[in-house]
């Protein structure tokens, strides 16, 4: 069974750095693109980062660029999420996406790019 498992998340102090890690297993991980999407309360699901199968290519939302960065290890299975200098406006539940593609033209950037998702992990950020 496939399954995505989110760790990391907790308090944070503005201006602080904090990594999500996301592991993955069940399914050939090196040939799916992966995404970061985050909900806060009473809003939708937004995305924030996605990256194609190799971790060549890169996409972020406005929102976050320039302070956040997504990578992947392909041998550890795992995709992470480093959030530097974190606002109070990104707090939310953070999840893990994967997709049935590779994402070589450009990894998904909506929701329905993406199959598998993970249970979420919150994260605060205290100002």
């Known amino acids: 069974q496939v399954r995505l498992i989110e760790s990391g998340g907790g308090l944070v102090q503005a201006g602080g750095t904090l990594r999500l890690s996301c592991a993955a297993s069940?399914?050939?991980?090196?040939?799916?693109?992966m995404g970061w999407f985050r909900q806060a309360p009473g809003k939708e699901r937004e995305f924030v980062a996605s990256?194609?199968?190799?971790?060549?290519?890169?996409y972020y939302a406005d929102s976050v660029k320039g302070r956040f960065t997504i990578s992947r290890d392909n041998a550890k299975r795992t995709v992470d999420l480093q959030k530097s200098s974190p606002k109070p406006g990104d707090a939310a539940v953070y999840y893990c996406?994967?997709?049935?593609?590779?994402?070589?033209?450009?990894?998904?950037?909506?929701?329905?790019?993406?199959?598998?998702w993970g249970q979420g992990a919150q994260v605060n950020v205290s100002s």
């Open positions: 069940g399914r050939t991980f090196s040939t799916s693109a």
């Open positions: 996406a994967a997709s049935p593609g590779r994402g070589n033209e450009r990894p998904p950037v909506y929701k329905d790019g993406y199959d598998i």
């Open positions: 990256i194609n199968w190799s971790g060549s290519m890169a």
